[in-house]
């Protein structure tokens, strides 16, 4: 019985920690690839504006 209840537990956090490693990763690939569009969305949109008011 202990060693059933010691092997569930040992199961549930391997889950834990392979589901926080695939959320850590995938955060932070989203997180580059948001700031990367959301820098280049900006910038290509303020590029008229700087041309027109130079700066």
Not at 10 to 30: C, E, H, K, P
């Given at each position: 019985?202990?060693?059933?209840?010691?092997?569930?537990?040992?199961?549930?956090?391997?889950?834990?920690?392979?589901?926080?490693?695939?959320?850590?990763?995938?955060?932070?690939?989203?997180?580059?690839?948001?700031?990367?569009?959301?820098?280049?969305?900006?910038?290509?949109?303020?590029?008229?504006?700087r041309a027109m008011f130079g700066f």
């Amino acid at each position: 019985m202990f060693r059933f209840v010691v092997k569930r537990i040992g199961q549930l956090f391997l889950v834990l920690f392979a589901v926080s490693i695939i959320v850590f990763v995938f955060t932070s690939v989203m997180g580059k690839v948001l700031s990367s569009m959301f820098r280049t969305l900006i910038f290509d949109s303020a590029g008229p504006y700087r041309a027109m008011f130079g700066f």
